[in-house]
């Protein structure tokens, strides 16, 4: 007996977990997957700036130096940058403080002329923000290069504006080449500027080393070799100055003199054994040039050998204790180093 089947649909499959889930996040029943979390923002290292202009009878520059740089600085003050800027004025006679006041700066007056470097060192104890941007007030240096020097600043503790050996008189630019040389000799280190009054330095060691700074036009020669010899890290961004209108107060024989004796004065005090082994070195090489010279001819030692061989031992005698003194004096200064940010 044969039984009759009957055709029967077999009944639909679920439908599989991965279709069902948005209908289900949709209801409510199964919770949504967090969203990765953004990375928290990026600190900068420059938070709070204050620009230095050490000024005497500048009232021809201010104003367009103030306007360039109040329009420099108003986009990056909306980005959170606290920017303050402060005028030293040394002395002048030709309204250049009722200017800078007019013009929305902090002005800070010398009763009688002190030194362009005495504006700079009374600018950076004044400062009291995180950075100083130190910039002449003849209106030589762009304003517009400081967004592309604080980008240097979140890796480097110094950016001096560099001129490149271009923007002065023929006997300055060639005068300030050979400065670079020496100085980069003096640290072992390649010094593009040594002399621009261009530069942006955290104020924390800057304030450090204002006890070594001169009076005088020098002192960013002495800042440049400090930061160098202390083992901070320095940039330099290229600049093309402009003309000043009026008189410079730089004069050539009397201020480029005062350069020369401040480098071989800052290479004694922070490497002296760059400048006393090479003179020890010659000194002996000519002791034993003039020994072989009277041996040979007159078969004898004369006193000039001994006392040039003796002056060589003295010298690198000198240089070995004074190597000692510069390494004692960086030993013993505070030790700064940022709180936040990127480091140098």
């Not at 104003?63 to 108003?74: G, K, N, Y």
């Not at 030692?301 to 204790?321: D, S, Y």
Request: aromatic letters at 6%; proline letters at 8%.
């Amino acid at each position: 007996m044969t039984l009759a089947t009957e055709d029967v649909a077999a009944p639909p499959a679920p439908p599989a977990v991965s279709d069902r889930l948005p209908a289900l996040m949709a209801a409510g029943d199964v919770p949504r997957p967090e969203p990765p979390a953004a990375p928290p923002p990026r600190r900068s290292r420059v938070r709070d700036l204050t620009v230095v202009i050490p000024a005497r009878n500048e009232a021809p520059n201010l104003p367009r130096l103030l306007a360039e740089l109040d329009a420099v600085l108003a986009p990056l003050r909306r980005a959170g940058l606290t920017a303050d800027v402060l005028v030293v004025d040394d002395g002048s006679d030709d309204g250049t403080a009722e200017i800078a006041e007019a013009g929305g700066a902090t002005v800070v007056r010398h009763a009688v002329p002190l030194g362009n470097g005495a504006a700079v060192k009374r600018g950076i104890r004044c400062a009291n923000r995180g950075w100083i941007l130190l910039l002449d007030g003849d209106g030589q240096h762009p304003p517009d290069a400081i967004p592309a020097m604080l980008a240097l600043a979140e890796r480097f503790d110094m950016v001096v504006g560099s001129r490149g050996g271009r923007g002065g008189s023929v006997h300055r630019n060639l005068a300030n080449r050979i400065y670079n040389r020496l100085a980069s000799y003096v640290t072992a280190r390649r010094i593009d500027d040594l002399t621009s009054g261009f530069r942006l330095v955290r104020a924390d060691v800057l304030k450090s080393f204002v006890y070594l700074l001169p009076n005088t036009f020098s002192y960013p020669t002495t800042i440049t070799l400090a930061m160098l010899r202390a083992g901070y890290s320095v940039a330099f961004h290229p600049i093309r100055v402009r003309p000043r209108a009026g008189r410079s107060h730089i004069r050539l024989l009397r201020d480029g003199s005062r350069f020369l004796v401040i480098i071989l004065r800052i290479a004694t005090l922070f490497a002296p054994l760059r400048v006393f082994a090479p003179l020890a070195a010659a000194m002996f090489a000519a002791g034993l040039a003039w020994y072989g010279y009277t041996f040979f001819a007159y078969g004898r030692f004369t006193n000039m050998a001994l006392l040039l061989l003796a002056q060589a031992t003295v010298l690198f005698a000198l240089g070995l204790v004074s190597e000692q003194i510069a390494a004692m004096r960086f030993e013993r200064a505070p030790v700064h180093e940022p709180t936040g940010g990127a480091e140098g």
